[in-house]
């Protein structure tokens, strides 16, 4: 059974610093993977989504890292604003037409 | 992107009632998964729902306490029965969708439920 861990649990930072975001998960075997951002009391946002056989994606200034083999995955957050302050959720799917299994997501805090 | 929608957005049940959660989708897509977040919590999976089948609970979850319905390719419900104080949640709807080559889920706002 798949499991998803993200390190650090919460992070803050002040504005402008760049940071990043750990995702580890147990079964390689992934189809492909999603980062979401959740708000407080919201839905998810999509952010990247970063099929297998990718090493990276970008978006913005989001970049995520994908290393299949050995299970982990990076979010990279440049130049932090007060507007991503939120729940970063890391999410691999197995395989096509499956459902995503969720980390407990990293909480961002960026003052300003 | 796919468009979701959820009704309630919120909503505070006495226990033992049943509230039922519509999700709307603004395009067809055969996929539809429902989640629950307790407070403090990541998301959980309930069930995966396709139009024209029954939809397929994951384990601690049973059709009984949590029934759906799929009746077209754009709309599902989830009720939530014989509630308790336990059932306390944000319940949100997923779709699938294909989107230049990539299977990309989206989410739904949310319906937060309180149960007294």
């Known amino acids: 059974k798949q499991e998803v861990t993200q390190i650090p649990a919460a992070l803050s930072v002040p504005e402008g610093e760049n940071l990043v975001l750990n995702c580890s998960f147990t079964d390689s075997a992934i189809y492909n993977l999603q980062w979401f951002r959740q708000d407080p009391g919201k839905g998810l946002t999509s952010l990247l989504l970063?099929?297998?056989?990718?090493r990276e994606q970008t978006s913005g200034r989001l970049n995520a890292s994908l290393d299949k083999s050995s299970g982990r995955s990076t979010l990279y957050i440049a130049a932090s604003q007060p507007g991503d302050s939120a729940t970063y959720l890391c999410a691999p799917r197995s395989q096509a037409g499956t459902a995503l299994i969720f980390g407990k997501g990293t909480t961002l805090s960026v003052s300003s | 992107s796919a468009v979701i929608s959820q009704k309630p957005s919120r909503d505070i049940c006495q226990r033992g009632t049943s509230l039922t959660i519509q999700c709307q989708v603004d395009s067809q897509v055969t996929m539809m998964f429902w989640y629950r977040q307790q407070p403090g919590q990541s998301l959980t999976l309930i069930a995966t729902?396709?139009?024209?089948?029954?939809?397929?609970?994951e384990s601690g979850f049973v059709i009984d306490k949590f029934p759906i319905s799929r009746p077209n390719l754009t709309f599902s419900t989830l009720t939530v029965s014989n509630m308790s104080p336990e059932d306390s949640s944000i319940y949100l709807c997923s779709v699938e969708e294909m989107r230049l080559g990539r299977d990309t889920q989206y989410f739904g706002p949310g319906t937060r439920l309180t149960v007294l």
């Open positions: 970063i099929q297998s056989s990718q």
């Open positions: 729902a396709n139009q024209g089948s029954e939809a397929t609970y």
